[in-house]
């Protein structure tokens, strides 16, 4: 019986990028397991669950409005190093946890350092990215 809206699911996934290159899998551990429908995982991937069967594999390509959606140039912004903590000394690529001016936390990829500061990414590591995965519906749990 194929996967359908509402069935809970367990998927073995490998993402890879652009270049073939694996950016992260679920083979060597356990399989995710969501909902379909409940919108846990991002939409281009319960899109292309539905209607696998169980054990069924196949290999598809997300893109960015299915996934993380296009970078956005508003959610990048220069950091003054004058704010910043005094060992504070990022590098370029890192994941670095920082508040709003509301206090909500956020996460940001440093993007590059300024004569002045550091700029900062605010936007997810995969936004703009088109996604290739391998998929394996290991289980539609009754």
């Known amino acids: 019986m194929p996967a359908k809206k509402g069935d809970k699911v367990k998927v073995h996934y490998t993402l890879k990028d652009a270049n073939g290159e694996i950016v992260e899998s679920s083979l060597k551990t356990l399989p995710i397991e969501f909902t379909i429908g409940e919108g846990n995982v991002i939409s281009g991937f319960e899109k292309n669950i539905i209607g696998m069967k169980a054990k069924e594999t196949k290999t598809i390509t997300i893109p960015p409005e299915d996934a993380y959606g296009a970078h ?7 950091f003054p ?13 890192q994941s670095v946890q920082m508040h709003r001016a509301d206090g909500k936390p956020l996460s940001v990829t440093v993007a590059g350092r300024t004569e002045n500061g550091y700029l ?23």
Do not use: S, Y
């Open 120 to 142: 900062m990414d605010a936007n997810h590591p995969l936004a703009g990215k088109e996604l290739i995965f391998d998929l394996e519906l290991v289980e539609i749990i009754e």
């Open 72 to 78: 956005d140039k508003e959610k990048v912004f220069e």
């Open 81 to 93: 190093k004058k704010n910043a903590p005094g060992d504070f000394d990022p590098q370029i690529g």
